[in-house]
């Protein structure tokens, strides 16, 4: 027998040995894994629970932060006017006529040839500085003006330096024939507080475009060669419409401070003789049935994750997790009850009861929306309705945020305070293990020590017989 395949064997013993003595712990490190499991279980359902929470939550929220309190506007005529609603709009319909769009003011230059170089040429050669007024915001810009340059390399720096400014207004050079170009200045908002003015600081640059004091304090209109504004009166760059039979002015074509709550977008015009446009504000049915749809999966994901940790199958007598302790049985029930109960802080006469507005629970205690029709009758009839029956004070999402904040308080929360006592079991388990294996280590290291001696004195004797044997072989 080598000495490599005695030390084998010996590690083989050893091997068998401590397996044979570790049967104790073992036991220990399998409890130890039923309680990592019965921690994951806990931290599970605590996140489905904060899931739950969080929606119920929402619909608890009441006045304009109301889950409820979700609008749509409509129209008879979208391609004239839209429009969107927040929380605070107030439901109704309403007449809406567009008699006017409102429009960015635009002031053009005098008609140029674009060859030609007149108008550098009358400037004549240096910096040159004109001031653009907005809505009483004054930009001052300077051009240096090139001797000899060309009106349509002029008109096209000149535009890159308004651009560049920050005034107000997009500028261009725009060839309006094949030889000729003219400078458009067009104010970036709608409105007539957006008018564009401009005048000369230093030099005559904008008078030779034919921007004059003239053109500019009396707004003349534009020709097809001559400088001036596209809309010459201040109100035609405001939006006119008729609402309600009421004249309403505004300076965007953005409207939000006419119907409560509502923004109505202007998109197209009117003659006195088109029918009026129905603009109707009412509640978004689908994204409410959106958010109590969320509500009740994540209820029914909440409960049939608990009903399946908490169960108990007596055919094969296997426990799960979380069977058999009170603390889950009982809120496993009292979620069950929660949205079966009647909710007695309803005003009378509005739903006090899931089955009242369509939705019901099945065998498993899973809900759903079983009648659409009864729930989008009950939105008809009042949203106010539908909402007291989850946020007042006993509604169903209120009753259930301080149920599961019961259970899931970082503070107070039961299951917060069974993983605390899982975790220490875990550790005084871990602690014990750790100690066996360290006696055991000892013992086994101890035996294998004297394997080995053992074996170092059986190998000697070999030795010796062999010696012995090689002498007597040598007499006889």
Known sequence: MSSVSDISTIDQLVAQYRLSKRKPAQTLETKRSALNIRLAVLSDLKTKLKTLKTTAEGLA????????????????????VAGTAS???????????VSRLAKNDTLLSDRLTAAATGVADAEGAGTKTFR?????????????????????????????????????????SVGDTSSTNRLVLISKTTGASQAVSVTDVSGTLMEKL??????????????????????????DLNAAM??????????????????????????????????????????????VKEKVQKFLN???AALSYLT???????????????????????????????????????????????????????????????????????????????????????????????????????????????????????LGLTNRITRFDETLNRHVEKYRNDFLRLQATYNQILAQQQTISTITSYYY
């Open 210 to 235: 034919g921007y004059t004091s003239s053109v500019i304090s009396g707004r003349t209109a534009s020709g097809t060669a001559t400088a001036g504004y596209a809309q010459s009166s201040l109100s």
């Open 308 to 426: 399946a940790k908490t169960a108990y199958d007596p055919v094969t007598k296997t426990r799960e997790a979380l069977s058999g302790d009170t603390v889950f049985t009982t809120l496993r029930y009292n979620l069950r009850m929660t949205v079966a109960a009647k909710v007695e802080t309803v005003n009378a006469g509005f739903p006090s009861l899931l089955s009242d507005i369509g939705i019901t629970a099945g065998r498993d205690g899973s809900l759903s929306i079983t009648d659409t029709d009864a729930f989008t009758d009950a939105l008809d009839g009042g949203v106010a309705k539908v909402e007291q029956l989850f946020n007042t004070s006993g509604g169903i999402a209120n009753t259930l945020v301080s149920l599961i904040d019961g259970m899931t308080n970082s503070a107070t929360g039961k299951i917060g305070a069974a993983k605390d006592a899982l975790d220490s079991q875990v």
């Open 61 to 80: 929220k009441t006045g304009t932060l109301s889950a409820f309190n979700t609008f749509t506007v409509s129209s008879t005529n979208s391609s004239i």
């Open 242 to 287: 008729t609402i309600d039979g009421i004249d309403v002015e505004k300076e965007s074509n953005t409207v939000t401070d006419v119907l409560k709550g509502v923004t109505l977008e202007l998109k197209g015009l009117q003659t006195a003789a088109d029918a009026p446009v129905t603009v109707s504000v009412g509640v978004n049915k689908d994204a």
């Open 87 to 97: 929380t605070t709009a107030d439901i109704g319909t309403h007449s809406v006529r």
């Open 298 to 300: 994540d209820y029914n």
């Open 132 to 172: 653009i007024t907005i809505n009483g915001e004054t930009t001052d810009v300077s051009v240096d003006v090139t001797a000899g340059e060309t009106n349509k390399d002029l008109l096209s720096r000149i535009a890159t330096a308004i651009n560049d400014s920050d005034a107000g207004v997009t500028a261009s």
